[in-house]
């Protein structure tokens, strides 16, 4: 089961790392989907980070950094995912 948590604000190629506004809480372990009208991947989140601080929790209405595995785009939708 998928479960929305959140969406893509802005994406630093250059570092390859994700802005996400999150709408739910999201730990470090957790599997996540990003998907969009081009973007469709899962990756494990191994680490997470607001203001430069690594964090292993983050709560609804938080933005953080995120390293991703992939390219995504601005609006890409991210999914946590359950078992």
């Not at 969009?36 to 494990?44: C, L, Y």
């Not at 983050?58 to 933005?63: K, L, N, P, T, Y």
Request: charged share 25%.
């Amino acid at each position: 089961m998928e479960i929305l948590i959140g969406k893509v604000t802005h994406y630093y190629k250059n570092i390859g790392i994700a802005a996400i506004e999150l709408s739910d809480t999201l730990e470090v372990g957790n599997l996540i989907h990003i998907k969009g009208h081009t973007t469709d991947f899962e990756q494990n989140v191994n680490s997470m980070e607001i203001d430069n601080k690594k964090i292993t929790h983050a709560a609804r209405g938080q933005v953080i950094g995120l390293k991703v595995n992939d390219y995504v785009r601005e609006h890409d939708m991210v999914y946590r995912i359950e078992n």
